[in-house]
């Protein structure tokens, strides 16, 4: 991470960035019926999160390591490869809020100062 924050201030020299093309504006304020954008991508992800974890063997080794992952090693479970999993979602879905909240701000800073 700090390589790409190098690179990105190195790049827009400790400036914001805006002009972003007009498309961006419509998944920041834009509506699908009655309903914002932001939270419909919200409930979409909580319901294809929630229906993995309540319905899946990935779902429910994650729960069984929430509560002793050892067991689940004994018990044949790949731990290490759900763990690693794990990770790749949660950064996939903290660079999907990090696209939305720059679609929002209609600009992005390479430091947070």
Not at 80 to 97: E, N
Request: aromatic share 16%; hydrophobic share 50%; proline share 4%.
């Amino acid at each position: 991470m700090t390589i790409y924050r190098g690179v990105a201030c190195v790049i827009l020299k400790n400036q914001a960035s805006g002009g972003f093309p007009s498309w961006f504006s419509v998944f920041a304020w834009g509506y699908m019926g009655y309903f914002p954008f932001i939270p419909i991508v919200f409930v979409i992800a909580v319901v294809i999160f929630g229906m993995v974890l309540h319905k899946t063997v990935f779902g429910r080794s994650v729960c069984g390591m929430e509560n002793d992952s050892l067991a689940c090693r004994y018990s044949c479970v790949k731990t290490d490869r759900i763990l690693v999993t794990v990770y790749l979602l949660i950064g996939m879905m903290s660079a999907i809020c990090a696209i939305l909240l720059t679609f929002r701000m209609g600009s992005t800073r390479p430091m947070w100062r």
